[in-house]
């Protein structure tokens, strides 16, 4: 390792960028109403607004991965900075529909190229425990940005501060990072074996990965459905929907800081199968709930999906070892493609649950709650199917063992 190599500033840059990914995702839907009604854009419209955002992650992941052993982190990171600043400044002055079609693109693919370049350039700096530690520490940053985003969102809100200058936050922690990055010299990477690339490809396509694959989608969506669309659908439910958001992924923070030893002292199929019943619970009483019990309806889903992706994860990593980083970081793409997809579909919902409420002869605020609440009704049938789902994949596993694995490659990957 080179000795002028300053790890302290190169992962504390990784932790700022990683701040600024969280904070996209919090202000946007943060002001995912506001957007609404500035450009009179339909809910279905904002989900394919939302859906951009969740497209250009993995879009980055797939091109950015393969890449680092052969142009290196500092380039990727320095992508990184360049689309996050254009998609935040597009969005600023964003005139319509399909300029924030483009510019949430944009801001997505920096969120996914920020962890195509730290992931392994944090392991690349660091060796043992000492990496395991470090990469929890970076993983820890994505929800606790998502507080930091939804308090400033939330603060800002509240004292009538346009959803430009909202958006225009962001830029603070984007450019801390790319300070901190300049002129920095960079960890050499450590070059994996291609000639492993095709038995990762043959694990890949057994029976067990695809079925995993499959519920990847669905967990992810359980998880990222009811928090980016906290504002729209819990907004007239009498609890703050930037406080619930802070309260779920605040939980979630301090959870995955401890999910390598909570997973590993559990059985992970038990972990998941808990994990489906809780969210599917936590959306339930949602879907139901007003005032304070909005915020106890909350803690009961922060519970369900905090241990989802992580475990989702270390299960590749444990039970099909032989698909490598190369098969989890696709287990990783798929969930962020599947949010993608069902952001419109989210939105669709509540367009034609909005338009049910009206027919019902409800007005006002009442429009909003009802419809809010049935979409959310709606979104419970995602960890539903997870249930019956890892219910069989628990009796199914009950008597194999895991495979040899190095429990840092699991840490390696994309933990959001």
Known sequence: MNLTINRSRLFNASCFSLITTAMAFAIRAGVLT?????????????????????????????????????????????VAFATHILGLVMTIFAGGYWTLLLSTFFVGFGNGTVEAACNPMIADMYDGNVKIKMLSRFHMWFPGGIVIGTLVSKFMTDAGLGWQLQIGAILIPAVIYAFMFLGQQFPASKVEGAASTGENLRAMVSPLYLFMLACMALTAISEFGPEQWVGPILGKAGASPMLILALVTGLMAVGRYFAG????????????????????????????????????????????????????????????????????????????????????????????ETAAAKGRGLTGDAIELAAGQATLAHMVIFPLILILAFGGLYFFMRNRKPGHVDETVILEQPQL
């Open 34 to 78: 506001q957007l609404g009604k500035e450009f009179n854009l339909t809910a279905e419209q904002l989900g394919y607004v939302n859906a951009m955002a969740f497209l250009g992650f993995p879009i980055a992941m797939i091109f950015g991965g393969p890449l680092y052993n052969v142009i290196g982190p500092k380039r990727i990171v320095w």
């Open 261 to 352: 030893p909570v997973v590993h002292n559990l059985n992970p199929t038990g972990v998941l199968l808990g994990s489906a019943i809780f969210a599917s619970l936590g959306v339930y009483l949602m879907s139901t709930a007003t005032g304070p019990m909005v915020y106890v309806s909350a803690v009961v889903f922060a519970i369900g999906v905090c241990y989802f992706w992580p475990t989702m994860i270390g299960f590749v990593a444990e039970y099909i070892p032989r698909a490598g980083a190369f098969g989890m970081s696709i287990m990783g793409g798929m969930g962020m493609f599947a949010s993608s997809i069902f952001q419109p579909i989210i939105g669709n919902w509540l367009d034609e």
